[in-house]
């Protein structure tokens, strides 16, 4: 059974700081991988979508890279700003293309100005 | 803008009472997709549709929960009776647009909280 962990829980910086955050899963049989941000009371909106045979995406100040066979996934985020403050989830896609996202619970960033 | 647009937002009923959550798509897609969230759990799938048609259910709780795509653009997920552990938020999500590139990507509406006292 897919399991997805996130670490840290939770994660406070102060503004400019660069950071990440990881996500590891435990069956590398994956067809993708996606990062979405929560803000509180609101939906999931995605960042970044790896699809298994890629390393890494990029989106502004965001990267995320995937590494398949150690089962792990980063998510970079550069000069952090207030606005970053949010939950931060990992979910990966365990069939083809319209199949369920099994998702971590998540870490929780506050970046103080 | 993800194009799922849930109703109610927020809802507050008694152990017992039937609840109907409702998720309408912009247009049609191939695939909904329901989801539930606690503090506790986390995200869990609940069901998803291919093709209006019910793929995996095998995350739906108990017989009280059950739910429908009557068509490409609208689901309901009901729950009866409800019990004060079903509280939760409810999320509806979808995949590409029909005819739209397939790369597994979801879109989720902003959920619905559901209160069960």
């Known amino acids: 059974k897919q399991e997805v962990t996130q670490i840290p829980a939770a994660l406070s910086v102060p503004e400019g700081e660069n950071l990440v955050l990881n996500c590891s899963f435990t069956?590398?049989?994956?067809?993708?991988l996606q990062w979405f941000r929560q803000d509180p009371g609101k939906g999931l909106t995605s960042l970044l979508l790896?699809?298994?045979?890629?390393r890494e995406q990029t989106s502004g100040r965001l990267n995320a890279s995937l590494d398949k066979s150690s089962g792990r996934s980063t998510l970079y985020i550069a000069a952090s700003q207030p606005g970053d403050s949010a939950t931060y989830l990992c979910?990966?896609?365990?069939?083809?293309?319209?199949?369920?996202?099994?998702f971590g619970k998540g870490t929780t960033l506050s970046v103080s100005s | 803008d993800a194009g799922v647009i849930q109703s109610p937002r927020h809802e507050v009923t008694e152990m017992g009472q039937e609840v109907t959550l409702r998720c309408k798509l912009i247009?049609?897609?191939?695939?909904l997709f329901w989801y539930r969230q606690t503090m506790m759990r986390g995200l869990e799938l609940l069901i998803y549709?291919?093709?209006?048609?019910?793929?995996?259910d095998s995350g739906m709780p108990e017989d009280r929960f059950s739910a429908k795509m009557p068509n490409a653009s609208f689901s309901t997920l009901k729950i009866q009776p409800s019990e004060p552990r079903d509280s939760a938020v409810y999320f509806c999500?979808?995949?590409?647009?029909?005819?739209?590139?397939?790369?597994?990507?979801?879109?989720f509406g902003e959920g619905s909280r559901l209160t069960v006292l």
């Open positions: 979910a990966v896609s365990i069939g083809q293309a319209g199949t369920a996202l099994i």
């Open positions: 069956d590398s049989a994956i067809y993708n």
């Open positions: 790896i699809q298994s045979s890629q």
């Open positions: 247009s049609g897609h191939n695939s």
């Open positions: 549709f291919n093709n209006n048609v019910p793929i995996d």
């Open positions: 999500a979808r995949g590409p647009a029909r005819g739209g590139r397939v790369t597994g990507e979801l879109f």
